[in-house]
C-alpha cells in the first residue's frame, strides 16, 4: 500500500516525466558504456513480431522502442496543438 502510495504521488508531479527520462537515460549510458554493454546491444536487437508472423511486424526492440516514442512524442504535439485552437491559452 506504501508503494502504491508513493507512485501515485510520483505520477502527479509535473515534473515525473522528466525525472523519468533523465532516470532512463543515465541508465541507458551507464549500460552501454559498462561490461554490460554486449548483453545490453543484444537485448535491443532481439527481433520481436506481434500478431501476426508477417515480416512488416518483426523488428527489433531498438525498432519498436523508436517508433513507439516518436507516435508518443507526435500524437502529444498533436494533442496540445489542438488545445492551442480550440482553448486559445
Given at each position: ?61 531498438q ?14 504535439i ?5 488545445r ?6
Amino acid at each position: 500500500m506504501v508503494i502504491r502510495n508513493i507512485i501515485q504521488n510520483f505520477v502527479k508531479l509535473e515534473s515525473s516525466s522528466g525525472i523519468l527520462l533523465l532516470f532512463s537515460g543515465a541508465l541507458a549510458l551507464i549500460l552501454s558504456n559498462s561490461n554490460f554493454a554486449e548483453v545490453f546491444n543484444y537485448i535491443l536487437h532481439l527481433k520481436l513480431f506481434l500478431g501476426t508472423n508477417l515480416p512488416l511486424f518483426y523488428k527489433s526492440i531498438q525498432h519498436w522502442i523508436n517508433d513507439g516514442l516518436m507516435v508518443i512524442f507526435f500524437f502529444t504535439i498533436g494533442l496540445e496543438i489542438k488545445r492551442e485552437f480550440l482553448e486559445g491559452e
